[in-house]
């Protein structure tokens, strides 16, 4: 399966600390996208890295990517209660016309602590 | 923005039952997928179309249908409901054959079959 997986399944911090998750996967890629799912939602892009990037930032947040290891890390700073959701990596690869399919981890539930 | 609708946010149907469940995108994408989301199992593609009445399955498509008649709607049909098809249901959708497709998704659907 190409499925990637994180790591850890859940994290508890207290606001204000960064919050690290980590996500590995098992064939190649072209992009590796995060996505963020607050309780009983839809699931929401937050960034996306290409296969020849090795880091990447948007706000708070930074990813990389390290396709030697064929993982990859979302890195919250500043959290905010806000941010509690379950998080999700997602590689991609080509289906036929053009769609692509992504195939998703079992994500990381993050808990923000006031 | 672009914007997944999906009809019914909570569903409760009955084994045996057949079940339609509805996706509305409004940014004229090409592409459109339906997944089931399983605890433990993470979300897996069900079906996906790559244009009007274009269908291709998915990971998991035993027991399901889909229909697409318009650029904008794309409809997932449990022809005969089983209790193992509870879950949430999300709706997704994807510009048409670039590198790097964000897919946007809808707010899913909770359905519980008795």
């Known amino acids: 399966s190409q499925q990637g997986e994180e790591d850890p399944q859940a994290l508890s911090i207290q606001e204000g600390e960064n919050a690290t998750m980590n996500c590995s996967y098992k064939?190649?890629?072209?992009?590796l996208q995060w996505y963020r799912q607050n309780s009983g939602r839809g699931l929401v892009h937050l960034i996306l890295?290409?296969?020849?990037?090795r880091e990447k930032h948007s706000g708070r947040l930074r990813v990389t990517l390290d396709t030697s290891k064929k993982s990859s890390s979302l890195l919250i700073t500043a959290s905010r209660a806000a941010d509690t959701a379950s998080y999700f990596c997602?590689?991609?690869?080509?289906?036929?016309?053009?769609?692509?399919?992504?195939?998703f981890g079992q994500g990381t539930r993050l808990t923000i602590n006031p | 923005d672009v914007k997944v609708t999906q009809s019914s946010r909570y569903l409760v149907k009955r084994t045996g039952e057949k079940v339609f469940l509805e996706c509305v995108q409004d940014?004229?994408?090409?592409?459109m997928f339906w997944y089931r989301q399983d605890p433990g199992l993470g979300l897996r593609l069900i079906y996906f179309?790559?244009?009007?009445?274009?269908?291709e399955k998915g990971d998991i498509p035993e027991g399901y249908s889909v229909s697409r008649e318009k650029k904008e709607r794309f409809s997932l049909i449990l022809e005969s409901a089983s209790t193992n098809q509870t879950s949430m249901y999300l709706c997704?959708?994807?510009?048409?054959?670039?590198?790097?497709?964000?897919?946007?998704f809808g707010p899913g659907t909770r359905l519980t079959v008795l």
């Open positions: 064939t190649s890629i072209n992009n």
């Open positions: 890295i290409r296969s020849n990037e």
């Open positions: 997602a590689t991609d690869y080509f289906l036929i016309q053009g769609a692509q399919k992504l195939v």
């Open positions: 179309s790559y244009d009007v009445k274009m269908k």
């Open positions: 997704a959708s994807s510009l048409w054959g670039t590198s790097t497709d964000t897919q946007y």
């Open positions: 940014m004229d994408h090409e592409n």
